[in-house]
């Protein structure tokens, strides 16, 4: 395929991709604008429990990744009506997976609430969200699965519309609840519920709709949840090791102090958001990539392989430069503390140095995600979390301080781009046809 023809198909995945990944944290600002009017009380309870929540809902990603790669597979391989099946075993595993960790969230609320509170009231306005909340989180899975299942076959748009939707709705539902029916916090968790289910609803009707247009049967197959779980269980090990890299290196910016922990959220916070657009990068990676290797098509999908990286490399340089430029300012924009600023300034330095790495260590981590490479993914994520927690941890014995725990963010980047970068450039990952 010619360069221009497929930049803009890289594009036309990416930016409306973009536009729905932040719809999740743009429900969660508007909730945090609501309740923050109740009271200092009522605004840290969401606090606690929205970290509960998005944890749980982080650990599930898998079943968009997972979904993704298998139904773009089948579809490049010419086989819709396998792909569509594909896609309702990862729905019906979203599902089922969902209603599990909701009853466990609702029953677990109390001692949750209590383990991240600041305060008794704290603690009980905590466990009034979550054990309403936790009806909210089979739809999140949901969504996750078919919004997953819809950009294997190149829907990009239906998914940006419905999360739109769901934004403007939760908005209405949470602001009538919380003041007009004077529910307080317990109609910000009841407008949150209502919004997820009608996305939820939404989506997964569209899955179905296109599952009978490609005479797919939408009823529960135990063989395609099997297989889902068992594609899903590697790319879920993979994020679990990230997830503990960030929450180590929570800890260790902690025992450096106030003004480290709270650089440290900033930095974090900038990271996420740069995040975001390379993930869009990454979905682009993962859809392009099993489209062309369903169709049996290698040299296409180095082709592809190559184009997403110079994607992922150019917004790293680009949003690396801008970073560095204005890291006084974007530290400024968080905090006046002189202090906090001081230590936030070379950390997000280090972020802008290393962006460019971490650019391609996402576009090939969507490309391995698309190719099913799940099992190495697992492997290098478990690499990565051997090769950061002893540098961690000798920077918080040794007391080396702050801008060193971002030096050892920088090596993990480093890290994963090596082994990403030699698993790409191997053939043990390019497997053609439709599995």
């Known amino acids: 395929m010619p360069i221009p023809s497929l930049d803009r198909r890289i594009l036309a995945i990416t930016l409306p991709a973009f536009a729905a990944l932040i719809c999740e944290p743009l429900m ?15 605004l840290a309870a969401l606090g606690a429990a929205s970290t509960i929540l998005t944890t749980i809902v982080g650990l599930c990603v898998f079943l968009a990744y997972g979904s993704t790669a298998t139904v773009a597979r089948h579809q490049g391989a010419g086989e819709p009506r396998r792909a569509l099946e594909s896609a309702l075993g990862g729905v019906w595993l979203a ?49 996750l699965a078919a919004t997953g299942a819809l950009r294997g076959v190149l829907d990009l748009r239906t998914p940006l519309m419905v999360m739109i939707a769901a934004n403007v709705l939760n908005v209405v539902l949470t ?15 009841l407008g949150l519920v209502l919004a997820q289910w009608a996305a939820a609803l939404a989506l997964v009707g569209q899955v179905v709709r296109r599952s009978r247009a490609a005479q797919a049967s939408a009823r529960l197959q135990w063989a395609d949840v099997v297989r889902a779980g068992h594609d899903g269980v590697p790319l879920l090990l993979r994020t679990l090791s ?16 106030d003004a480290s922990l709270a650089a440290h959220q900033i930095a974090t916070t ?6 975001f657009a390379l993930d869009a990068f990454a979905i682009a990676a993962q859809t392009l990539t099993g489209h062309s290797l369903g169709a049996g098509d290698a040299e296409g999908t180095r082709h592809v ?6 994607w992922g490399l150019g917004f790293g340089i680009v949003s690396g430069v801008l970073l560095a430029v204005t890291s006084p300012w974007v530290a400024r924009a968080f905090t006046p503390d002189a202090d906090v600023r001081a230590a936030a300034i070379p950390a997000l330095l280090i972020v802008a140095l290393i962006q460019p790495v971490s650019g391609v ?10 190719a099913g490479d799940g099992v190495y993914l697992a492997w290098a994520g478990l690499v990565t979390l051997l090769v950061y927690t002893p540098v961690a941890l000798l920077i918080r014995e040794t007391e080396a301080g702050f801008t060193w725990l971002w ?14 970068w030699l698993r790409q450039r191997g053939d043990r990952w390019l497997v053609l046809g439709a599995r």
């Open 407 to 420: 030096a050892a963010y920088a090596l993990f980047q480093a890290t994963r781009w090596v082994t990403l």
């Open 305 to 310: 392989t190559r184009r997403v990286i110079a």
């Open 242 to 257: 990230l997830r503990a890299v960030l929450l180590l290196a929570t800890l260790v910016a902690a025992g450096f102090g």
């Open 175 to 189: 602001v009538a609840l919380v003041y007009g029916a004077d529910l307080g916090i317990r109609g910000a968790a």
């Open 361 to 370: 260590v996402f576009v090939l981590d969507g490309v391995l995600i698309g």
């Open 28 to 42: 969660l600002m508007a909730d945090t604008a609501i309740v923050g009017h109740l009271g200092r009380a009522e």
């Open 95 to 143: 599902l089922l997976i969902g209603v599990v960790l909701g009853v466990l969230a609702a029953l677990t609320a109390g001692p949750l609430g209590g383990a991240l509170a600041s305060s008794a009231q704290v603690a009980d306005l905590t466990t009034q969200y979550l054990t309403i909340a936790a009806a909210s989180i089979p739809a999140v899975l949901l969504v």
């Open 270 to 275: 900038i990271v996420m958001l740069l995040a």
